[in-house]
């Protein structure tokens, strides 16, 4: 089986590329790239006004399986990835049992490869059913092939419990991604505090929760040596931190969502549960912090924190919502439109952001694209405007924040192992 990707340009930043480019793909493996092919394939995919990259990774979804198939399973998921333009995703544990075993480690990834549309990664918990008490079965879970360990959803709150398995995670040499805001300082809080949640009366989970997470986990990314990465970063103390602990040599790593980059407290003034998540939107300030750096490299990842719920959870009176909603068929729009066409940041920082740095994270293959390299590629249609409909996603939620946006560019196709699983938004079966 071979396929010929045409006439697009390609940027893969990787390998410091930014050129027209022919793709020549033989059973799943890039075997050719250059100007003007001239080989004769099975296929061929003009990609003709189309940017090519390297498939593009999300390093921070939930998949809900197993035990949660009322929210998403591994076939909606991945779905909804494939259209998002997404060749690798990486599943978090806060599952139904937790992933906190190489059992249910491995009774996932036999679903996986029946039922995925692109590749994933398991993520293991780093405590027995996330309770932040007993360590999870890391040896055994990495020996079933985990990319890295996290409780997210919930703070690691122990700092003698963490500094542990910061020890077991760099002898297995995987990265801990922790969800920071101190369980204390959040207690009962369901958005920002700050001047709208006094206005609204909600109660408010502070900004100085998720600093005071942050500042304990460099430091003991700096005591044990153990790679840590912060999960959807969103104060403008934090990314100081990270920045100022990067720029010391301490192996720490963050991410931010497109949520945190473009909306802000002031969208809850009408107790719409959609724009309910933790961390929750903040406030202008540390919104533009973020922003800054994505701009800067300070941040090295973008994720979508896809995180699907049922519309009779999302549902209810704001305080009883649950917080997450769906990212993975909005993310190329909402960044191409806020970050791209807004002159923000270029290509080659999103791609890094969106593949070379996660594949790079969590050190999976992708991130690059090269003769010998499995065919994991994005088209992305950057000039393309379309209104997103969220009761046409392919994931099993329909509830978006961004529901009703109009977005300039998308993705135009997605291809895992040379085989076409999207094209024109459209997932094959
Ligand atoms: N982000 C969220 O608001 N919710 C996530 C958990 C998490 O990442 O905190 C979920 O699993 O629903
Ligand atoms: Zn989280």
Not at 157 to 162: L, R, V
Not at 195 to 220: C, F, H, N, T, Y
Not at 405 to 422: N, Q, S
Request: glycine fraction near 8%.
């Amino acid at each position: 089986m071979t396929l010929l990707v045409k006439n697009g340009r390609v940027v893969n930043p990787a390998k410091k590329q930014d050129e027209l480019c022919d793709i020549y793909i033989e059973d799943g493996i890039i075997r050719a790239m250059g100007p003007h092919l001239s080989l004769q394939a099975d296929d061929t995919l003009d990609a003709s006004g189309l940017t090519v990259t390297p498939g593009l990774i999300d390093m921070h979804v939930h998949l809900r399986q197993p035990g949660q198939s009322g929210k998403e399973t591994l076939d909606s998921g991945t779905a909804a990835a494939a259209a998002g333009g997404f060749t690798r995703v990486a599943t978090m544990p806060n599952t139904s049992p937790v992933i906190d075993s190489a059992l249910i480690a491995d009774g996932l990834r036999y679903h996986i490869e029946k039922e995925s549309h692109v590749k994933v990664e398991i993520i293991g918990a780093v405590s027995k059913g996330m309770e932040g008490r007993e360590l999870a079965a890391m040896g055994g879970m990495v020996k079933a092939g985990v990319a890295a360990f996290s409780d997210d959803g919930h703070y690691v709150e122990n700092c003698d419990f963490m500094r542990k398995a910061m020890e077991y995670s760099s002898m297995l040499k995987k990265v801990i991604i922790d969800h920071c805001e101190d369980t204390h300082l959040i207690a009962d809080g369901v958005m920002h505090e700050g001047a709208v949640s006094a206005a609204l009366g909600l109660k408010g989970r502070p900004a100085v929760a998720e600093d005071i997470a942050v500042a304990r986990d460099i430091l003991l990314a700096q005591a044990t040596g153990c790679a840590v990465h912060i999960a959807h970063i969103s104060t403008k103390n934090a990314v100081a931190m990270v920045r100022r602990a990067k720029a010391a040599g301490i192996p720490v790593t963050a991410e931010a969502t497109p949520h945190h980059v473009i909306f802000t407290d002031e969208a809850l003034r009408t107790y719409d549960t959609r724009f309910k998540v933790n961390p929750p939107l903040r406030s202008e300030e540390h919104r533009a912090a973020v922003l800054a750096g994505l701009q800067d490299g300070t941040i090295d990842a973008i994720v979508t924190d896809h995180a699907p719920h049922s519309w009779d959870e999302k549902d209810r009176e704001f305080n009883a919502a649950p917080s997450g909603f769906v990212g993975l068929e909005t993310c190329v729009g909402a960044v191409l439109t806020h970050l791209y066409h807004t002159g923000r940041m270029d290509l080659t920082a999103i791609v890094e952001a969106m593949s070379v740095r996660p594949a790079a994270i969590l050190q999976v293959p992708g991130g690059v694209l090269a003769e010998g390299c499995a065919a994991d590629l994005t088209l992305l249609d950057l000039q393309a405007e379309w209104t997103v409909q969220a009761k046409n996603f392919y994931s099993q939620s329909k509830l978006s924040p961004f529901d009703g946006m109009v977005f300039k560019g998308k993705p135009a196709a997605t291809i895992v192992d040379g085989r076409i699983v999207m094209k024109r938004g459209e997932v094959s079966a």
